[in-house]
């Protein structure tokens, strides 16, 4: 049986390895959106995993150092972080709903194919819901892990996914035009209005 000190560091681990992956992965996508859609999947994903693959393998030799120190075991912030965490899987639940694995890939990004604006469900109440649920994860994880580095992470992914909204942003806006503009007006980007976080 692992003792709760060892399912922290693995955490801390995720989050100062496998997250920074992901953000990397994202933001080659949309960065080279318009030479992927040129070239199609073969190149994007080639190099998206060779991004990757440098991230991973730069973060797993350092990982001792990223992690940084350890704050120790609180069981009051473990629990918050652990039903904060749950709350994201919760999140994504309808989120999943709505999207096909190709869209979870990046398949949008990287062709031309005519694609539908999701606007019913989880998408009528904030533009990104799949980013939001991650956030909220990530906060969760760095909460029960409790290690410098895992805060420090959390940030730096804030950062790094805030800057891949933007860019999708700039994307739907250029797929859809007007029918993105009227829907950003009627519908908040990432933070759901107060009322409106049950419904989610």
Known sequence: MFELNEVRYAIALVLVVLVPMVIAFWLVIHLGTPIWRRYRGLVAYSCAGIILALVGTFAWFQR???????WGTNWLLFGAGLLIYLASLRMALPVRRYLSFSTFAGMPEITDKPIQLITEGPYAIIRHPRYLMVLVGIVGWAMMANFQAAYVTSAACMVGLWGIIQLEERELKA???????????DVPQVIPRMGDWLSF
């Not at 001792?64 to 350890?70: E, H, P, W």
């Open 175 to 185: 797929r859809f035009g007007k029918a993105y503009d009227r829907y950003s007006q």
């Open 64 to 70: 001792t150092f990223l992690i940084g120190n350890d």
